[in-house]
């Protein structure tokens, strides 16, 4: 073991064993190009680098120091994202570049935040990278709208590509129009050579090929080929094979043999650590209220959330203005609004009844006990909050007097959140839970 893989060992032992695996678990000294004044680590991709520029800079400046004496300069390039050595490219240079250019380097497992929404659909995806064609053959990947079935599906080419592997990765899109080309063209024999003559075929929204008879024939006879061959097939949908409407039943059972994996959305908590990660990446500066306050109110779809941190550090550029709750408030209400018009007070009392094991008709009626008064303060703050009605409005729902009523409510909910730090988290659940229920309404 030479220092630098010394140093990384040492520094494994100091952090908590996901960030080693997020971020170092792939970092790999250069012997070559380090000195004893400057030494050079080379990290998978630009964001684990930045990541690692940004929080353990110092720290390996420091393990060095205490081995030799010396205080080096620190570099962390991109580029040889592991240990092991990079098999030789089986294919040529001109037909790799042609099969791969539609995968973004940046969609990498190491960029990937691993919850208990998604870890089934992570390992699974890992393990088939790790040893193609062995495993789960084909690998089918399905769940809502973005909630990261791509930037799997694409990290398994890209950790492929680093072994010199021939990768194809196309969406059902892409591929179909490809299929016309060549067949209004008469030349499908190099169609077929094209996609046949690969490692590891990466096949996205696979729901398309619905209806889609002869796309459907020749993906089939494409499955068998690459099969056959011990090579890898994953491919990623909205929902399962069994739902996919007109799809031939050789092509179902097909895409059943192998191992199906779904991503649900994401949990309270893994919404923040995404938010939090992109904020690192793209130097957003945002404070934990303001990401409890996204992560809460926004939807479930990754993407979206992304877009709505880009353009909030967008308009603080703009309007010179730094980001505070008040500022990120304002700048996506629009977008609130839209997702609250979807919500129903009935919504709120069915999730809320289920969670506290309270009746939706007890929370609705005039009870006085513990629970259905606390459960029934609960659906008061977060309809006042989550949706766009009134305050009148909700005391009509629950048949009291005057909006004096839920005034109190709210006032006796914000003391109990402000002393009891268990409570306020369970409010961040159950908003959470409000606003998925109405992800899948919509």
């Excluded at 100091?14 to 170092?24: A, G, H, N, T």
């Excluded at 380097?105 to 659909?121: D, H, L, M, Y």
């Amino acid at each position: 073991m030479n220092l630098g893989e010394k140093i990384i060992q040492k520094l494994r032992k100091e952090i908590p064993p996901e960030e080693y695996e997020r971020y170092l678990r792939h970092l790999h000294y250069d012997d070559e190009a380090s000195r004893v004044d400057r030494v050079v680590f080379r990290a998978p991709n630009i964001f684990a680098a930045r990541w690692i520029r940004s929080n353990y800079l110092n720290t390996l400046a420091h393990l060095f120091e205490i081995e030799s004496g010396i205080r080096p300069e620190i570099e962390i390039q991109v580029g040889g994202t592991s240990r092991a050595p990079k098999a030789t490219p089986r294919k040529s240079p001109e037909n790799k570049s042609t099969a791969t250019a539609l995968l973004n380097p940046s969609f990498t497992f190491e960029s990937f935040i691993v919850g208990s929404s998604n870890q089934f659909a992570y390992t699974t995806a890992l393990s088939v990278a790790e040893k193609p064609g062995k495993l789960y053959n084909p690998l089918f990947i399905y769940g809502g709208v973005g909630l990261g079935k791509t930037h799997l599906l694409q990290a398994i080419g890209n950790y492929r590509l680093q072994q010199g592997d021939q990768v194809i990765y196309t969406t059902l899109e892409h591929f179909l129009n490809k299929f016309l080309s060549h067949l209004q063209s008469q030349t499908m024999e190099k169609f077929r050579e094209h996609y046949r003559n690969c490692d590891l075929l990466l096949i996205d929204d696979i729901q398309f090929l619905s209806r889609k008879e002869k796309t459907q024939d020749e993906l089939f006879h494409t499955f068998n080929e690459l099969h056959n061959a011990g090579k890898q097939i994953v491919m990623t949908s909205d929902r399962p094979p069994k739902k996919i409407a007109f799809l031939e039943e050789r092509l179902r059972t097909r895409f059943e043999w192998g191992l199906q994996a779904d991503i649900q959305p994401p949990e309270l908590e893994t919404k923040i650590a995404i938010i939090q990660k992109k904020c690192e990446l793209d130097g957003i500066r945002l404070d934990q209220e303001i990401i409890h306050y996204i992560a809460t109110h926004m939807g479930d779809n990754i993407r979206e959330i992304e877009g709505t941190l880009i353009r909030l550090n967008a308009m603080s550029a703009m309007l010179n203005q730094p980001i505070t709750l008040e500022f990120a408030r304002n700048a996506i209400k629009d977008q609130l609004k839209e997702k609250q018009e979807n919500i129903s007070i009935d919504d709120i009392v069915k999730i809320v009844s289920k969670e506290l094991n309270v009746k939706p008709s007890d929370i609705r009626s005039k009870k006085r006990n513990k629970n259905v008064v606390n459960a029934r303060r609960i659906v008061i703050y977060l309809a006042r909050n989550l949706t766009p009605n009134s305050m009148p409005q909700i005391a009509l729902y629950f048949g009291m007097k005057d909006h004096s009523a839920v005034s109190h409510a709210l006032r006796k909910i914000n003391e109990i959140a402000e002393s009891d730090e268990n409570f306020k988290v369970l409010l961040d659940e159950l908003s959470h839970k409000v606003g998925t229920v109405t992800k899948k309404i919509e």
